[in-house]
């Protein structure tokens, strides 16, 4: 095949990665949906290119690996190297993922839900609609998740919080947040 595909990077070239800044989007996802394993990807490159893409792969631990249950644990759904949160400066970082998780439409999950298998669910529907509920009413706590992440002794944001950042606001859902963590 042209280019080249590879599950491990060295630290020099995590941080040349094309889409680094995608991997706080999928951490919040990985928060939302109580993703129980670490977080793996793939890098691709062309055979002319000189850096690394990511693809994100194996969401089967997600929903506590389909248990279909919300058990959080801060270390839950992450990268093993911090090397590619470095980018992470606050709550910023995390866009446009986590705002649309905190804002993701019912009507939106119910029309994904449609096309699952029943086979998945064992044809039970009150079982996924119970499980849309709480994804749903997870959406508010993601942010809370990510905190439990960033709090942990393997200090995951080293560039958390400059100056800017303490003293910029941003409103979520309806929520004014101070990049500190104290909320107004």
């Excluded at 800044?21 to 951490?27: D, K, P, Q, R, Y």
């Excluded at 890098?43 to 690394?52: D, L, S, T, V």
């Excluded at 298998?117 to 749903?136: T, V």
Aim: proline content about 5%; hydrophobic content about 40%.
């Amino acid at each position: 095949m042209p280019g080249q595909t590879v599950d491990y990077l060295p630290h020099e070239q995590l941080l040349e990665v094309r889409n680094l800044a995608e991997f706080a989007g999928v951490l919040a996802l990985d928060k939302w949906t109580c993703n129980i394993n670490g977080r793996q990807a793939v890098f691709q490159k062309g055979r002319r290119e000189r850096r690394y893409k990511a693809t994100f792969i194996d969401q089967g631990y997600c929903f506590h690996a389909g248990d279909w249950k919300f058990i959080d644990a801060n270390l839950g759904g992450v990268f093993a190297e911090n090397t590619v949160y470095r980018g992470v400066t606050g709550w910023p970082s995390f866009e446009p993922w986590l705002s649309r998780i905190e804002s993701f439409p019912a009507e939106t999950a119910w029309a994904i839900a449609e096309v699952i298998p029943p086979e998945w669910y064992g044809g039970h529907l009150s079982a996924i609609e119970d499980l849309l509920a709480r994804l749903q009413a997870r959406r508010a706590r993601v942010r809370e998740l990510i905190t439990g992440f960033r709090e942990t002794a393997r200090q995951p944001f080293p560039n958390w919080g400059g100056e800017e950042e303490k003293t910029q606001k941003s409103s979520f859902s309806g929520v004014e947040w101070v990049h500190d963590d104290k909320q107004r």
